[in-house]
């Protein structure tokens, strides 16, 4: 699911690689944890809720429940690969 970044790109692209790799671990996390009863309370729930939340939301807006299961955290982990890809791609052919 992680894109490898391409070890001759630029700071642009492996930039946006390290951040959206960043992200789908972030997502992957909360999905984990999630099966656990952990006090939301928590910082670094808190915390991990404040970065996946902007992405995952509007997903689950979206996509209903399926069997009380929510996909919402997996599509958006494809989402992120997908738009990964192309982006670190037109960074590298721009040299940014």
Do not use: H, K, Y
Request: with cysteine; net charge neutral; charged share 10%.
């Amino acid at each position: 699911m992680f894109n490898q970044c391409v070890s001759d790109g630029t700071v642009g692209s492996q930039t946006v690689c390290m951040l959206f790799n960043f992200l789908i671990l972030a997502i992957l996390a909360r999905a984990l944890l999630s099966w656990f009863r952990l006090d939301p309370g928590n910082p670094f729930i808190q915390a991990l809720n404040a970065v996946t939340e902007p992405i995952i939301d509007p997903i689950r807006r979206i996509m209903p429940r399926i069997a009380m299961l929510d996909f919402s955290p997996m599509v958006a982990m494809i989402l992120l690969a997908v738009i990964s890809a192309p982006l670190q791609q037109f960074l590298n052919d721009r040299g940014i």
